[in-house]
């Protein structure tokens, strides 16, 4: 399938993964007292509150078409962890939230799968469209387990780290999504060009993401 083809396909699905993951986190911070997300507007599943422009957009059709792999993100829903009523606890489950839902995501997408199975034999793009759909939601819970400021993971990390090192720990934050593109996108499209193909992305992306997303057909019986 012909990547910008593939990103028409998923742009919804893209936005939506996002859209929700973002949420999540917003909706658990206010529940355990933390209105900052509230105040911004960004308690709600509307896409246009969340949509990152570079992240959202640009960055899933650049990675479609140089490696044939969705993957984007949102701009991040701001939390005040000293609002948080517990604040250790409570902001690890707010960075669990995102990866939650998109396990839920998937979970819900390959049930549809198993309910429209009629259809997608009949229409194979369908299949294929949530089939990939499944595999963005999973793609999306390995990056946010790499525990690399501001991933979800990271946050962890930090809820249970001393505060000397979440502190300095939580510094390289503004590079962190610039870190990710270096290891995931340029070193798998620069390294054949010195004489070493490193394909960062397909091992621990790509296909850990394709193996769990057939994994969960096989379970629900649609493989």
Not at 43 to 50: A, D, E, K, V, Y
Not at 118 to 132: I, K
Not at 144 to 159: E, F, M, R
Not at 196 to 218: E, K, Q, V
């Amino acid at each position: 399938m012909a990547p910008l083809l593939t990103f028409a396909l998923l742009a919804i699905p893209i936005v939506i993964a996002i859209t929700f993951h973002e949420a999540a986190h917003g909706y658990v911070a206010h529940a355990f007292g933390d209105d900052t997300g509230e105040r911004q507007g960004r308690l709600t599943l509307n896409p246009r509150s969340h949509i990152d422009p570079w992240g959202t957009l640009l960055l899933p059709a650049v990675l479609l078409i140089t490696l044939g792999i969705a993957f984007g993100y949102a701009k991040p829903i701001p939390v005040d962890v000293n609002k948080l009523r517990n604040p250790k606890l409570h902001m690890a489950l707010v960075a669990a939230a995102g990866p939650l839902v998109n396990i839920a995501l998937a979970l819900a997408i390959a049930l549809l799968l198993v309910a429209t199975q009629g259809l997608a034999e009949d229409f194979p793009l369908w299949r294929a469209t949530l089939h990939a759909s499944i595999v963005l939601n999973v793609v999306l819970v390995i990056v946010n387990l790499i525990p690399l400021p501001p991933l979800d993971a990271s946050k962890l990390v930090a809820a249970i780290s001393p505060r000397i090192f979440s502190e300095f720990y939580s510094r390289a934050e503004p590079y962190g999504y610039l870190i990710i593109v270096l290891i995931f996108l340029i070193v798998p499209y620069a390294s054949p060009r010195v004489g070493y193909a490193i394909d960062t992305a397909g091992y621990f992306l790509i296909r850990p993401a394709y193996f769990l997303a057939d994994g969960l057909l096989r379970i629900f019986g649609a493989a």
